[in-house]
């Protein structure tokens, strides 16, 4: 059975920085690109950012760009957004996604039960 | 950056049919088989319904089929029932440095 569990999610001061982690599990971890998808409270869903399955290839919104990083560690089957220069408009649930692809984006098949992230002072 | 267009709401009785659309461009839905359509209720994660435009995935309702017609792709529920009334979005492959974008989302109300 796939399992995604992001954790590192909460409170943090505008300007503040924050790391998300997703534990994967129930499927080969590098054999699949992974997203991060965000949904502000009460808007539809964002995608903001991709990796290949090696982590070789990235890919970034403008709204994030510059600010966030995503990365992997295939040892550990575990994918990592790094947040900085966070704004309000950046409040919303993260969800970390797995793709049904191992480079290009095919769209998501199995995801994460999402992690809220408050910017706020 | 702009998301595919998908009308804000639509509504059936129990046992209709109804069709959600989701406009794109050559860029996206028009040019590449990478659609997919996502259920999602409140406070939860979303849930593949269709894949590569027509595809249901393994647990998925044979009630949700999907389709595509230029640049517009459309999932239909048919046999509506109350347990439909969600959030759905579409999503699609884009040939461009963002490469996945996901449609604006529409509300399905069973009256």
């Known amino acids: 059975e796939v399992q995604l569990l992001e954790s590192g999610g909460g409170l943090v001061q505008p300007g503040g920085s924050l790391r998300l982690s997703c534990a994967a599990s129930g499927f080969t971890f590098s054999n699949y690109a992974m997203s991060w998808v965000r949904q502000a409270p009460g808007k539809g869903l964002e995608w903001f950012s991709t990796?290949?399955?090696?982590?070789?290839?990235?890919d970034y919104a403008d709204s994030v760009k510059g600010r966030f990083t995503i990365s992997r560690d295939n040892s550990k089957d575990t994918l990592y957004l790094e947040m900085n220069s966070l704004r309000a408009d950046d409040t919303a649930v993260y969800f970390c996604?797995?793709?049904?692809?191992?480079?290009?984006?095919?769209?998501?098949?199995?995801w994460g039960q999402g992690i809220l992230v408050t910017v706020s002072s | 950056q702009s998301a595919l267009t998908q009308p804000a709401s639509v509504s059936g009785s129990p046992g209709q049919s109804i069709t959600i659309s989701c406009t794109g461009s050559?860029?996206?839905?028009?040019?590449?088989?990478?659609v997919s359509w996502y259920q999602q209720y409140p406070g939860k994660a979303p849930k593949l319904i269709i894949f590569?435009?027509?595809n249901r995935p393994s647990g998925a309702s044979n009630r949700f089929s999907g389709s595509k017609s230029g640049n517009t792709a459309s999932l239909t529920i048919s046999g509506l029932q109350a347990e439909d009334a969600a959030d759905y979005y579409c999503s699609s492959y884009r040939s461009s440095s963002t490469p996945l974008v996901f449609g604006t989302g529409t509300k399905v109300t069973v009256l």
């Open positions: 590569d435009v027509s």
């Open positions: 990796i290949s399955g090696r982590g070789g290839s990235t």
């Open positions: 996604a797995k793709d049904r692809a191992v480079v290009v984006p095919a769209g998501p098949d199995y």
């Open positions: 050559s860029s996206d839905v028009g040019g590449y088989n990478y």
